[in-house]
């Protein structure tokens, strides 16, 4: 049987961290003249940091040289990695521990496939790195999701054929990418915005060792 991999989003899938995205992006509005609501925060998850910039832009109807969006880049990450670190454990989400545990004693591979650029920073804070086979991040892709490019080479990384690849994401576009990428999809989240994934689940904590075990003993490829 070909060796099955799991690969996990970061933001809303391990950690909370739209809320501090989400106070970054605020300031920075603000500091421009407009408001930033938390259902316009809701468009950004799962989103590469350039765009949410351009999507913000549009928001406040803001023109921007070249040399100010760079500016406001920097700016909003700085503001945004004072709240990573200030981060520990404790903002881990729930049971996301003890899945990471089960799979690393079965010995399955695990990576990490998320958009930011910041994922190994965030991963060392909440004490998580070491369960991670291999790290595919913001730093790493050249197309954001929903191109399964991150995921393609999550893949590639662990030796695992896309098609027996699982993957836990938050975001539509991860979702769309998971999918194209042949692989099989888990929604974390509302499950009537992550309706194309092929399961889904409110948090981990739904998630239990039949279900695992079910996934680890499926046809592969193709689990779903
Ligand atoms: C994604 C988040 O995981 O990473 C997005 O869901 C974020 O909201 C993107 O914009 C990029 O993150 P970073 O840390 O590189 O600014
Ligand atoms: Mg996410």
């Known amino acids: 049987m070909d060796k ?8 809303g899938v391990i ?3 739209a809320k501090y995205h989400y106070l970054a992006w605020k300031k920075l509005a603000n500091e421009l003249g407009f ?7 809701e468009l950004f998850k799962g989103v590469s940091r350039k765009r949410c910039l351009e999507i913000l832009l549009d928001i406040g109807n803001i023109e921007a040289t070249q040399a100010q969006f760079d500016r406001w880049m920097v700016e909003k990450n700085e503001d945004y990695l004072a709240y990573i670190d200030q981060m520990d454990a404790t903002e881990i989400l729930p049971d996301v521990p003890r899945v990471l545990e089960f799979l690393q004693q079965r010995k399955v591979p695990i990576a990490l496939g998320s958009a930011s650029k910041n994922a190994k920073p965030i991963l060392e804070k909440v004490n998580l790195l070491s369960y991670f086979d291999s790290i595919v991040d913001g730093n790493s892709v050249t197309k954001a999701k929903p191109d399964p490019e991150v995921f393609l080479i999550a893949a590639k990384n662990l030796e695992v054929t896309p098609g027996c690849c699982i993957v836990f994401e938050d975001a539509v576009a991860g979702i769309q990418a998971a999918n194209s990428a042949n692989m099989t999809s888990i929604g974390i989240g509302d499950p009537n915005v992550l309706k194309e994934a092929n399961y889904n689940f409110k948090d981990f904590t739904e998630i239990n060792k039949d279900f695992l075990n079910l996934l680890l003993k499926g046809r592969c490829p193709n689990i779903r």
Request: no cysteine; aromatic share 16%; glycine share 6%.
């Open 15 to 17: 950690v909370d961290t």
């Open 4 to 11: 099955i991999g799991f690969i996990f989003d970061l933001d």
């Open 35 to 41: 408001e930033f609501t938390k259902e316009q925060n």
